[in-house]
T-cell receptor, first 117, second 114 residues
């Protein structure tokens, strides 16, 4: 079984400031981890994913995340926030192996990022 | 770039009515999913579908729900008799054989049951 906790339902940062969105996971099997972003009135877009290669993963739009097994974390960061980063961000986990093969994703509640000019 | 599409974007229905939500997955994908997100809550898995049958479903996916791939392109979610608590955003997703770990999501259908 898997679960995801995202700390902070709403995060505000100033334009140009560091973005840090927190995600902790629980998984009974080695995980795959994902960050998705949802812009207003749009679907979920994959930002980046961890699939057991490098622990520091780079994604689109300057975002990156680091898988830390000892802390069961997969926090999302971006050095300098841009107004266009304002959106809702979802962390998700999937077991690397699934007997049923369907590989369903388990999501966190999401964090809404606001960027202040 | 290929994408998952969903129709309608919004649907309002009366309690007890049947609704069908439609999805067109990415064309060479073989695995299909429905998720839902009740306002303010987590995105939750409903059902996965492969080779014309359900491969996994959650406890939310009771007898009121059904899925179908009526032709080579559409994937539908039917709710037989809607309840107030079915009001949510419903997301369709698909994945292929290559890049297996990634699910691609549609923009969602916002369902409101009155």
């Amino acid at each position: 079984a898997q679960s995801v906790t995202q700390l902070g339902s709403h995060v505000s940062v100033s334009e140009g400031a560091l973005v840090l969105l927190r995600c902790n996971y629980s998984s009974s099997v080695p995980p795959y981890l994902f960050w998705y972003v949802q812009y207003p009135n749009q679907g979920l877009q994959l930002l980046l994913k961890y699939t057991s290669a490098a622990t520091l993963v780079k994604g689109i739009n300057g975002f990156e995340a680091e898988f830390k097994k000892s802390e069961t974390s997969f926090h999302l960061t971006k050095p300098s926030a841009h107004m266009s980063d304002a959106a809702e961000y979802f962390c998700a986990v999937r077991g690397r192996y699934s007997g049923a093969g369907s590989y369903q994703l388990t999501f966190g509640k999401g964090t809404k990022l606001s960027v202040i000019p | 770039e290929p994408e998952v599409t969903q129709t309608p974007s919004h649907q309002v229905t009366q309690m007890g009515q049947e609704v069908i939500l439609r999805c067109v997955p990415i064309s060479n994908h073989l695995y299909f999913y429905w998720y839902r997100q009740i306002l303010g809550q987590k995105v939750e898995f409903l059902v996965s579908f492969y080779n014309n049958e359900i491969s996994e479903k959650s406890e939310i996916f009771d007898d009121q729900f059904s899925v179908e791939r009526p032709d080579g392109s559409n994937f539908t979610l039917k709710i037989r008799s809607t309840k107030l608590e079915d009001s949510a955003m419903y997301f369709c997703a698909s994945r292929g054989l290559l890049n297996q770990e990634t699910q691609y999501f549609g923009p969602g259908t916002r369902l409101l049951v009155l």
